[in-house]
């Protein structure tokens, strides 16, 4: 459902209900491959829920405001309270893993950092915003590491796909009827 308060247009979920969609399989999640996940997320009066997710693969959430990041083998990613998304808000969030290090960004800028390994890669489904009760403005998958200041302009801008660019959902200019 395309949901227009504020002048801001996003594919809403509803905290029961969510979308999915199949295993991107030109994206590896592990092996220390590169990848960028950007998420444009509408909130609402409750921030909590997953954000996105792989199955038997990592969870993007938001607990009580905080973005955090778990991957099977690499660990937990949090940011810390001073980061935390406010209600009723279109926030950028996004995952960078760029070799061994994995960058969670807030608003376009980098708010948490950390370093590990993974297990093997996942084919698992995706899940878009299971458990929670807002919306998404939109929504791209790249298999290259972005540069800080690509995400940054990526806050202002939705980047139009390119060539690396895996999977992409603009809620934005979508039309439902």
């Known amino acids: 459902m395309n949901h227009n308060r504020n002048s801001i247009r996003a594919l809403r979920t509803t905290g029961v209900g969510w979308y999915a969609h199949r295993n991107i399989p030109d994206l590896a999640l592990a092996a220390g491959a590169d990848f ?70 807030v608003g376009g800028l980098p708010a948490a950092r950390a370093t590990g390994t993974d297990a093997a890669a996942c084919t698992g489904d995706f899940a878009i915003g299971r458990q929670f009760m807002g919306g998404f403005a939109a929504l791209q998958v790249s298999r290259r590491a972005l540069e800080d200041g690509e995400i940054l302009a990526a806050n202002a801008v939705l980047p139009a796909p390119d060539a690396d660019c895996v999977f992409c959902g603009d809620c934005e200019s979508a039309q439902y009827k």
């Open 36 to 105: 960028t996940l950007l998420l444009w997320v509408v909130t609402g009066d409750d921030l909590d829920g997953e954000l996105y997710a792989q199955e038997g693969g990592f969870a993007l959430r938001l607990t009580g405001g905080v973005v955090s990041f778990t991957r099977a083998g690499f660990g937990h990613l949090a940011v810390s309270g001073d980061w935390r998304l406010a209600r009723h808000t279109r926030t950028l969030v996004a995952v960078r893993r760029q070799g061994a290090e994995l960058t969670l960004f």
